[in-house]
């Protein structure tokens, strides 16, 4: 059982939908003629619709050509994976339900209904909202960043956990960077049994990478004034017998 999320400046649905369909590099199709699996295969553009090219034979384009024009006839699926080895690495799932249209060498996607489903729950996305929305701006660097802290900088990760309450970490034998937006950066806690995620907030958002060096930066700055949490001592402790 996880610990209680606080999604305090965090990214609005739609936003968060638009980042996950950014990074996405594959999609499974839900559609008449079955489900098929792109991988690489499709672009986004300006208002969230999906272009999607499929190969000649593909049972897809069969369908798509052959169903009535504007009616709703496909699902698809995008999964946000966190670049992090971690327990649970799912972070969220997108769906979109819509129809396809032709277009040269392509299908071109257009959503109905959006659907965003987060570990605190699913939550139906406003097409209009959607369309307006961009990525957060440092959706497309956050695997790097991600992955650099928890190689990199382990000891950075684990001065941060002086900001999370102590009895979040209770049991705790691992906390990895699990997510980072320009509104904070995630922690998951992970327990022998359970795992949970904690939210640090930046003070302000960040809209590019220069910017969230300085918020990382009064983070650590503000984890340095705090004293050790005890769920961590008692961890090192016990690790050394």
Same mark, same amino acid.
């Given at each position: 059982?996880g610990?209680? %999320?606080?999604w305090?400046?965090?990214?609005a649905?739609?936003?968060?939908?638009?980042?996950?369909?950014?990074?996405?590099?594959?999609?499974?199709?839900?559609?008449?003629?079955?489900?098929?699996?792109?991988?690489?295969?499709?672009?986004?553009?300006?208002?969230?619709?999906?272009?999607?090219?499929?190969?000649?034979?593909?049972?897809?384009?069969?369908?798509?050509?052959?169903?009535?024009?504007?009616?709703?006839?496909?699902?698809?699926?995008?999964?946000?994976?966190?670049? =992090?080895? =971690?327990r649970?690495?799912?972070?969220?799932?997108l769906?979109l339900a819509?129809?396809?249209?032709?277009?040269?060498?392509?299908?071109?996607?257009?959503?109905?209904?959006?659907?965003?489903?987060?570990?605190?729950?699913?939550?139906?996305?406003?097409?209009?909202?959607?369309?307006?929305?961009?990525?957060?701006?440092?959706?497309?660097?956050?695997?790097?960043?991600?992955t650099?802290?928890?190689?990199?900088?382990? +000891?950075?990760?684990?001065?941060?956990?002086?900001?999370? +309450?102590?009895?979040?970490?209770?049991?705790?034998?691992?906390? %990895?960077?699990?997510?980072?937006?320009?509104?904070?950066?995630?922690?998951?806690?992970e327990?022998?049994?359970?795992?949970?995620?904690?939210?640090?907030?930046?003070h302000?958002?960040?809209?590019?990478?220069?910017?969230?060096?300085?918020?990382m930066h009064?983070?650590?700055t503000?984890a340095g004034?705090?004293?050790?949490?005890?769920?961590? %001592?008692?961890?090192?402790?016990?690790?050394?017998?």
């Amino acid at each position: 059982m996880g610990d209680s %999320q606080s999604w305090t400046a965090a990214p609005a649905a739609a936003e968060r939908a638009r980042s996950v369909l950014a990074v996405a590099w594959s999609c499974a199709v839900t559609a008449d003629g079955g489900r098929e699996e792109f991988v690489g295969a499709h672009t986004v553009d300006e208002d969230g619709r999906v272009h999607v090219r499929v190969p000649e034979g593909s049972a897809l384009l069969a369908a798509a050509i052959c169903a009535p024009r504007g009616e709703p006839n496909a699902v698809l699926e995008f999964a946000d994976v966190a670049p =992090v080895p =971690v327990r649970g690495r799912i972070r969220a799932r997108l769906w979109l339900a819509g129809y396809f249209v032709p277009e040269d060498d392509h299908l071109v996607f257009h959503p109905t209904r959006v659907v965003l489903r987060q570990p605190s729950g699913a939550v139906v996305v406003d097409l209009d909202e959607f369309a307006a929305a961009a990525p957060d701006p440092l959706a497309l660097a956050e695997s790097h960043l991600l992955t650099h802290l928890a190689d990199c900088h382990g +000891d950075a990760v684990e001065r941060l956990t002086r900001l999370v +309450d102590h009895a979040s970490l209770h049991g705790a034998v691992r906390v %990895q960077p699990l997510a980072v937006d320009r509104h904070g950066l995630t922690l998951r806690i992970e327990r022998n049994r359970a795992h949970g995620d904690v939210r640090l907030a930046f003070h302000t958002p960040a809209d590019d990478v220069g910017q969230l060096t300085e918020r990382m930066h009064v983070l650590l700055t503000q984890a340095g004034a705090v004293s050790c949490p005890r769920a961590l %001592q008692r961890q090192r402790t016990d690790g050394d017998r």
